[in-house]
């Protein structure tokens, strides 16, 4: 069974983040999921941005790898949206990343190193029509193209957050169709 660190979205630690998380628990994964938001949610992605901002990227950004700091052994490192950010560091960074799961976003892999790690498998998942997903497709694709053991899922619909089960944008359909694989891929491991 795989340790997970898992990042929550901009919206925050929300009750669909939670029930994902309880997921992979129940197949006997450990699944850390810190709230970088100290219990706030927001029910908008205008208001959760307009949170992070004023907190400072930088400092959310430090409690995610403070996280992750506290953690050892193998870990999957996994994001949603804004997690992405901090998930792709630390998949890109750290001696001990087992595998990524990048969900709903991806940077360009430029941004932590010279290339995609060949031994840290990555699953990336995005809807085809998400205005903030389309603005780093190019980088999905990217990195899928160059990594040995990348896979990039594309589901149709124009959602972004569609996973959270907690939140209006959830699309059951295509839910359950990234809860198989990304337990899939974590039983690869």
């Given amino acids: 069974m795989a340790q997970i660190l898992l990042i929550h979205h901009i919206q925050g630690l929300t009750d669909g983040v939670r029930s994902f998380a309880d997921e992979l628990r129940q197949d006997g994964h450990t699944v850390v999921v810190p709230d970088l938001f100290e219990g706030r949610t927001f029910s908008s992605i205008e208001d959760g941005f307009a949170f992070a901002t004023e907190t400072g990227f930088d400092v959310l950004r430090e409690r995610g790898l403070a996280a992750a700091a506290e953690l050892s052994g193998p870990t999957v490192f996994a994001g949603f949206s804004f997690g992405v950010t901090i998930a792709q560091e630390l998949a890109q960074t750290r001696a001990d990343a087992a595998g990524a799961l990048l969900m709903y976003s991806c940077l360009p892999v430029s941004e932590y190193?010279?290339?995609?790690?060949?031994?840290?498998?990555?699953?990336?998942?995005?809807?085809?029509?998400?205005?903030?997903?389309?603005?780093?497709?190019?980088?999905?694709?990217?990195?899928?193209?160059?990594?040995?053991?990348?896979?990039?899922?594309?589901?149709?619909?124009?959602?972004?957050?569609f996973a959270d089960s907690s939140l209006p944008a959830y699309d059951p359909e295509a839910a359950v169709l990234l809860l198989e694989r990304v337990r899939a891929f974590l039983a690869a491991l």
Avoid at 121 to 143: C, M, N, R, T, W
Avoid at 146 to 151: C, M, V
């Fill in 113 to 161: 190193g010279e290339q995609w790690p060949d031994a840290v498998p990555v699953q990336i998942h995005g809807k085809s029509g998400d205005e903030f997903f389309a603005e780093d497709l190019e980088y999905a694709e990217a990195l899928a193209a160059s990594a040995p053991r990348a896979e990039l899922f594309l589901y149709p619909g124009d959602q972004h957050l």
